[in-house]
């Protein structure tokens, strides 16, 4: 029982659909301005990592490489990308 996602031909805008029967999918049309034509996207696939994975790909010298402690833009990249890594959200005061 797949989700797809699509992008709406006319206004542009994403949407999940769940199917519940690939062998007889429900007609579809967009939620938001009701038109039929629709693109199906490419989905972004996840692979759960546990927190030893997440831990070793942070402290591998690899990920550090372009880092610049004292440019601020280097350590907000890196800052992101660990709280990507560790399934994080980063607050406003961080983001600036």
């Known amino acids: 029982m797949p989700i797809y996602e699509y992008r709406c031909d006319d206004c542009q805008k994403q949407m999940s ?23 199906r996207l490419i989905s972004r696939v996840v692979t759960p990592k546990s927190e030893q994975s997440r831990m070793e790909r942070l402290a591998d010298p690899s990920a550090l490489s372009g880092l610049d402690e004292n440019d601020p833009q280097s350590m907000s990249r890196w800052m992101k990308t660990m709280a990507g890594e560790m399934g994080e959200d980063l607050d406003s005061d961080m983001l600036e």
């Open 17 to 39: 659909l769940f199917i519940r029967s690939i062998s007889n999918p429900p007609t579809t049309a967009c939620r938001f301005c009701h038109s039929p034509r629709l693109s």
